[in-house]
């Protein structure tokens, strides 16, 4: 098996991966970020430490076959088409793109170079989900109708710590992130399962400020996106988003023609697979109730990963692909049409549901609409003001209080 040379950028949260990389007979020769103390963390338990750099453009005229991005959720996309340029093949968390033209960038670079694309998306790899693509792909099930994803993450307003790490400075992209940007782990699932592709969007807010607490800085006053997806096979899919809302979970449900499976809520990682009485295949209950098993020879190296197994994988997959030369599946198709649905559901939202078409950026017609949509709710690195409004309710801030508590805490 050839060993891969890995290169991470952005290590708060690449630095998590050392394990994941070096079990699936990765190395790690370079490590990028402007915190060297982020650094000498993520070399801790490294026999051989890494070549380090502050600067991009430097990191990447490092000697190495990919590039892993696990820099800021609004800044990807720069940095992937850089990379790409390289003939580097990238991984790249978590949101292939925040804004349409971005995506169409993205694609045109991904197709011109010689390495490929990949969406660092760990969700789908969860031991469910992983469960309900086989028994879904085995026909058991019918062809998809409706299925449901959410990624349900409330965060205590009270835990000031939290506060700081995640939301260090006022234009964090995290005080300025609409509840339906972050959908990935709602929505990548869903189409790895069933296979279906997102063609039409719409959605509503739940508006719902977090008045009570004295420590908040967001301008998003939004606890969740519903979001509505018509696709390519007729299927309906409901997600949303990342909510905050009852209790955290991480919760799918596949509905066909013949049965059902879902991931149930609260029961760690159980799966109910039922059927009609009418019509139960072949070797299988009416209703059962069991939890996955891993595959034993790597079942060790899973469970020490995070996300349930989910990071394991998406360095697995990675890997594979390149030493395979195949595409991966969570190409920048996938990874754009995932964003889209992301950026036009907001749009929905701001306009009362409005329905929108999501883009085949295959097509050059359909990227041509897009390649100079720029707007964003987020700051711009060099300091210019979001284009598009955060929230639901466009004027939504947090009190004079709320603000000043939080930067008082962030100082």
Not at 293 to 309: M, S
């Amino acid at each position: 098996m050839d060993t891969i040379k890995i290169g991470i950028f952005g290590l708060g949260r690449g630095g998590g991966f050392n394990d994941n990389i070096i079990g699936n007979n990765g190395k790690i020769v370079a490590m990028c970020d402007r915190d060297k103390n982020k650094y000498d963390e993520a070399c801790k338990g490294l026999e051989e430490k890494p070549a380090y750099y502050s600067d991009f453009d430097e990191f990447i005229n490092h000697d190495m076959d990919a590039v892993f991005l696990a820099n800021c959720f609004n800044e990807h996309t720069e940095f992937a088409i850089k990379a790409l340029n390289k003939g580097l093949h990238v991984l790249s968390e978590c949101m292939s793109n925040v804004t349409m033209a971005e995506g169409v960038a993205l694609v045109r670079a991904a197709e011109k170079s010689k390495g490929f694309y990949m969406l660092a998306e760990n969700y789908p790899f969860m031991k469910f989900n992983q469960e309900m693509r086989r028994v879904y792909r085995s026909g058991k099930l019918g062809k998809a109708l409706f299925c449901e994803g959410e990624y349900n993450h409330p965060f205590n307003l009270d835990d000031k710590d939290a506060h700081k790490s995640l939301r260090p400075y006022p234009e964090h992209w995290r005080n300025y992130l609409p509840r339906s940007y972050y959908i990935t782990h709602s929505l990548a699932p869903l189409m790895y399962i069933t296979g279906s592709l997102p063609k039409r969007v719409t959605a509503f807010p739940v508006f719902a400020p977090f008045n009570e607490f004295e420590t908040v800085g967001t301008c998003v006053g939004d606890r969740a996106a519903i979001i509505t997806t018509l696709n390519n096979d007729d299927s309906v899919f409901r997600v949303t988003g990342c909510a905050a809302f009852g209790a955290h979970e991480n919760s799918y449900r596949v509905c066909g023609t013949k049965g059902q499976i879902e991931n149930l809520r609260g029961q760690g990682e159980n799966v109910s697979l039922r059927f009609n009485n009418w019509e139960i295949p072949e070797g299988e209950e009416e209703a059962r109730v069991y939890n996955p098993e891993w595959p034993t020879d790597i079942k060790e190296l899973i469970e020490k990963a995070g996300h349930g197994g989910g990071d394991f994988f998406v360095i697995k997959e990675f890997f594979d692909c390149i030493r395979e030369n195949r595409r991966p599946e969570f190409d920048e198709y996938f990874a754009t049409t995932c964003a889209s649905v992301a950026i036009l559901s907001h749009r929905s939202i701001l306009e009362n549901g409005t329905p929108y078409n999501i883009p085949d950026f295959r097509k050059e017609e359909d990227r041509v609409k897009y390649e100079k949509d720029t707007l964003s709710p987020f700051y711009q690195k060099n300091g210019v003001s979001p284009s598009l409004p955060a929230c639901s309710h466009p004027d939504f801030k947090p009190t004079e209080k709320q603000y000043q508590n939080y930067l008082d805490l962030v100082k």
